[in-house]
C-alpha cells in the first residue's frame, strides 16, 4: 500500500502534465516520472511551483550510458520537497544526437550539474549560458562516463621540459588493454572456475 501522500502527487502530475510524460510510477516508496526531453522545463517547473507538488530542492542531475539502445541516454533529475519530506526522480529517454533544455532559469545550481553530465557524457543542454567542461582539462578528449570510453583514455598528458609547458600525446599502449565489453566482471567466471579446477585436478593426479 503505497503513502496517501504519493499516491495523490501521482495522480497530479498525471492530471495536469500529461502532456508532459510518458509515464508516472510509484518504485521503492518514491515517485519516478518518465517524462519528455522538450518538455523538461514544463514538467519540473511544474514540480518546482505547484502549491501541492513544492518541489523547491533539486538535489542532483546524473545521467546512464545504454550504448545497445537507439535512445541511448537517461538523463535523470532528483527533486526534493522539505515541506512534504518527499522527493521525486524525474528521467528523460535522450538518442545520442538529440539536446535537452537547460534548467538553469529555474534552478540556478542546474549550471553546474549539466556542465558536469555535458563533460562525462557528452549530453549537450540547449540554452545553457556556459556549456564547458568542468572535471576533465579542456583539452581532453571523449566523455569519461560513456560506456565505449577506452579505460587508458586517448591522451596522456606530461610536462615537457624543453617546451616548458604541459603537452598531451597519445596514448601508446597495446589495444586489447583498451577494449571494454560492457559486460559484467562475473560474465565467464564460470570457464574460469572450471579451467582452474581442471587444472588443479591434473595435478593431483600425478
Known amino acids: 500500500m503505497y503513502p496517501k501522500d504519493l499516491t495523490h502527487l501521482c495522480e497530479i502530475v498525471q492530471k495536469e502534465q500529461n502532456d508532459s510524460i510518458e509515464y508516472v510510477e510509484i518504485k521503492h516508496e518514491e515517485l519516478v516520472i518518465t517524462g519528455l526531453a522538450t518538455r523538461i522545463p514544463d514538467l519540473v517547473g511544474f514540480l518546482k511551483k505547484?502549491?501541492?507538488?513544492?518541489?523547491?530542492?533539486?538535489?542532483?542531475i546524473t545521467a546512464v550510458d545504454y550504448p545497445g539502445r537507439e535512445k541511448r541516454f537517461d538523463v535523470v533529475y532528483h527533486l526534493l520537497s522539505m515541506n512534504l519530506n518527499q522527493r521525486v526522480r524525474v528521467k528523460v529517454y535522450l538518442a545520442e544526437d538529440e539536446m535537452v533544455p537547460t534548467l538553469v532559469n529555474l534552478f540556478p545550481s542546474a549550471n553546474w550539474f549539466e556542465r558536469?553530465?555535458?563533460?562525462?557524457?557528452?549530453?549537450?543542454?540547449?540554452?545553457?549560458?556556459?556549456?564547458?567542461?568542468i572535471l576533465t582539462d579542456y583539452g581532453f578528449k571523449g566523455h569519461p562516463l560513456r560506456k565505449d570510453f577506452p579505460l587508458t583514455g586517448f591522451n596522456e598528458v606530461r610536462y615537457d621540459e624543453v617546451q616548458k609547458k604541459v603537452i598531451y600525446e597519445p596514448v601508446e599502449l597495446v589495444q586489447e588493454f583498451r577494449d571494454f565489453d560492457f559486460e559484467s566482471p562475473w560474465e565467464g567466471m564460470g570457464e574460469v572456475i572450471q579451467k582452474a579446477t581442471t587444472e588443479s585436478s591434473g595435478e593431483e593426479g600425478k
Open 116 to 133: 558536469e553530465v555535458f563533460d562525462m557524457y557528452g549530453i549537450p543542454f540547449a540554452g545553457h549560458p556556459d556549456l564547458r567542461r
Open 50 to 60: 505547484n502549491s501541492e507538488c513544492q518541489f523547491t530542492t533539486l538535489v542532483d
